[in-house]
C-alpha cells in the first residue's frame, strides 16, 4: 500500500486509542463466515466475525465522559506523557453499523465510506478478521490461495477498497505488553509496513509495556481529526487487493525480520527518510495499467468492475509445500462464470509475465528507475519468512490526504512524464482523489467483500 501512511485519515470525530476498557458500549462483533478449502474434500463453511480497528474508536477517562483525543489533538492533562495517557484513557465498544457503517450478512462484509452519526460522521474504516472473541483469524498463505467476491463499481477515482495481510500478532499484543488490557477483542495491535505514526498507543520505551504515542504528537494540516506521534509500528505486509472502479495493484512489502517492531522518528521513513525504515514502503506491484496493459481493468474492460467478480490470489513455493519459501503470486479472476486469467506484462526491458515473482521485480524496478527497496529488504523471500509464522486478514475503505490516491489510479508522481514507463497508473485525472472532494461527490460509496475461500492451490474456485 503506497503512501500507508495515509491511514491516519481514516477519521471518525473524537476518536482514539487505549489500552484499558470501557463500560458505556457492548463490544459485540458482526459475524461473518468464510469457508476452508482443500483439494480432495471441497470446501466447509467456518463461522468468524469482525473486529474494528481501535485506532477509530472513541477512548475517554475511565468512569466519565471526558476525551482523552478531541480533533487531533490529545489532552495536555490527561496525556501529559506516554505513560500516563495510557494510564488515563480507556478503549470503548463500538457502534458498528450506527457509528461506523460496518455491516455483515452471511459471508459479505459492507464498509461504508461516509457513515453519518451523533457526532458528525465517520469517514473510512478497517477491520479485522477473528477466529474468537479473542484473536485473529491467523492465515499461513504459502502454497496456499486466497479467493474473494468484490464490488468496486460503486468506489471512484480516489477510493481505495483495501483487503491484504498483516503480521500483526493474533491478541492484539495482549500477552506480549501486559498493560495492553483491551487485545485483538478492541482492534489493537495494527502495523504495516509502510511503520504508521498515526496509531495512538504503541509499545512503549520497555518492551513489555504498551504506551501512548502522545509525546510529539502533531495535528495534521489538512485533517481536523488527524495526527503523527513519535513512534510507528512496522510489520510485513502483503497487499492482495487495492482497488476502485479505475484501477487494481496486488503487492508484497517485505520487512525485515518477523516480528511487530516499533519504530521512531526517521527511522520510521516517511517523506523525509522514505527508505530508511526496517520495511520497504513501496512493494512490487503488479497493476495491469501500469505493466502496458490499459484495457484489462475497469467499466467494461476484460475484468468489467461495473459487476461484481471474483479475485483469485495463489502463492506458490519453491518446494510446493506450506514449508518453502516464496517463489511466485500469480493472480486469476472469476467473471459471469469464465476464468480470466491475469493480463501479461507489456513493458520495454521486461519479461512478459502474468505474475509476481523475483525476476518480475528486479525487472520492474529496472525498467521504471525505481528504488529497489523491495530487493534490500529480501524481496519474496524476506515476506515469506513472516507468511509462515502467519498473518492477519484486513479489509478497509479510505481516501488519501497525502497523495489523493494517485499512485494507484492515475500518473504518479504527477510531474513525471506520462509516457514513460511506470509512471501511468490508470486513468483518473492527476487532479483527482482530493479527500474533500471524494468526500462530498462519493459520500454513498461503499466496498462489499463477501464469499471468502482459503485453501490448497485450485480447490477456491470453478468455472462454469
Known amino acids: 500500500m503506497f503512501p500507508k501512511t495515509t491511514l491516519v485519515f481514516f477519521t471518525l470525530i473524537s476518536c482514539a486509542l487505549g489500552q484499558g476498557i470501557g463500560t458505556y458500549q457492548a463490544e459485540t462483533h458482526p459475524s461473518l463466515t468464510w469457508q476452508k478449502c482443500t483439494a480432495g474434500g471441497g470446501c466447509t463453511s467456518t463461522s468468524g ?31 501529559s506523557d506516554n505513560v500516563a495517557c495510557a494510564q488515563n484513557c480507556v478503549l470503548e465498544g463500538a457502534d458498528y453499523s450506527g457509528t461506523y457503517g460496518i455491516s455483515t450478512s452471511g459471508n459479505a462484509l459492507t464498509l461504508k465510506f461516509i457513515q453519518p452519526n451523533s457526532n458528525g460522521k465517520n469517514v473510512g474504516s478497517r477491520v479485522y478478521l477473528m477466529e474468537s472473541d479473542s484473536k485473529y483469524q491467523m492465515f499461513n ?18 477510493l481505495n477498497g483495501a483487503l491484504y495481510f498483516s503480521a500483526m500478532e493474533a491478541d492484539g499484543g495482549l500477552s ?63 497487499d492482495i487487493w487495492e482497488a476502485n472502479s479505475i484501477s487494481t495493484a496486488y503487492t508484497p512489502h517485505p520487512c525485515d525480520g518477523t516480528q ?7 527511522a520510521c521513513g516517511g517523506a523525509d527518510n522514505r527508505y530508511g525504515s526496517i520495511c520497504d514502503p513501496d512493494g512490487c506491484d503488479f497493476n495491469s495499467f501500469r505493466m502496458g496493459d490499459q484495457s484489462f481493468y475497469g467499466p467494461g474492460a476484460t475484468v468489467d468492475t461495473s459487476s461484481k467478480f471474483t479475485v ?19 493472480r486469476l479472476y472469476v467473471q459471469n462464470g469464465r476464468v480470466i486469467q491475469n493480463s501479461v506484462v507489456n513493458v520495454p526491458g521486461m519479461t512478459a509475465g502474468d505474475s509476481i515473482t523475483q525476476q518480475y521485480c528486479d525487472e520492474a524496478k529496472a525498467a521504471f528507475g525505481d528504488t529497489d527497496s523491495f530487493g534490500d529488504h529480501g524481496g ?15 479489509m478497509s475503505v479510505w481516501d488519501d490526504h497525502a497523495a489523493n490516491m494517485l499512485w494507484l489510479d492515475s500518473n504518479y508522481p504527477t510531474d513525471a512524464d506520462a509516457s514513460q514507463p511506470g509512471t501511468a497508473r490508470g486513468t483518473c485525472p492527476t487532479s483527482s482523489g482530493a479527500p474533500a472532494d471524494v468526500e462530498a461527490s462519493a459520500a454513498n460509496a461503499q466496498g462489499i467483500y463477501s464469499n471468502i475461500k482459503f485453501g490448497d492451490i485450485g480447490s477456491t474456485f470453478t468455472a462454469a
Not at 509496513?193 to 504528537?217: T, V
Not at 519474496?380 to 486478514?393: E, F, H, R, T, W
Open 141 to 158: 498463505v504459502l502454497n496456499q490461495e486466497f479467493t474473494f467476491d468484490v464490488d468496486v463499481s460503486g468506489l471512484p477515482c480516489g
Open 176 to 238: 506480549r505488553f501486559p498493560t495492553n488490557k483491551a487485545g485483538a477483542k478492541y482492534g489493537t495491535g495494527y502495523c504495516d509496513s509502510q511503520c504508521p505514526r498515526d496509531i495512538k498507543f504503541i509499545n512503549g520505551e520497555e518492551i513489555y509495556f504498551l504506551q501512548a504515542n502522545a509525546e510529539g504528537w502533531s495535528g495534521s494540516d489538512n485533517d481536523p481529526n488527524a495526527g503523527m506521534g513519535n513512534y510507528g509500528t512496522c510489520c510485513n505486509e502483503m
Open 312 to 330: 483469485v490470489t495463489q502463492f506458490l513455493t519453491d518446494s510446493n509445500s506450506t514449508s518453502g519459501t516464496l517463489s511466485e503470486i500469480r
Open 380 to 394: 519474496l523471500a524476506g515476506i515469506s519468512a513472516s507468511m509462515q509464522v502467519g498473518m492477519v486478514l484486513v
Open 49 to 79: 466475525s469482525v473486529v474494528l480497528d481501535s485506532n477509530w474508536r472513541w477512548v475517554h477517562t475511565a468512569g466519565d465522559y471526558t476525551n482523552c483525543y478531541t480533533g487531533n489533538t490529545w489532552d495536555s492533562t490527561l496525556c
Open 260 to 266: 511487530q517492531e516499533r519504530c521512531e522518528g526517521d
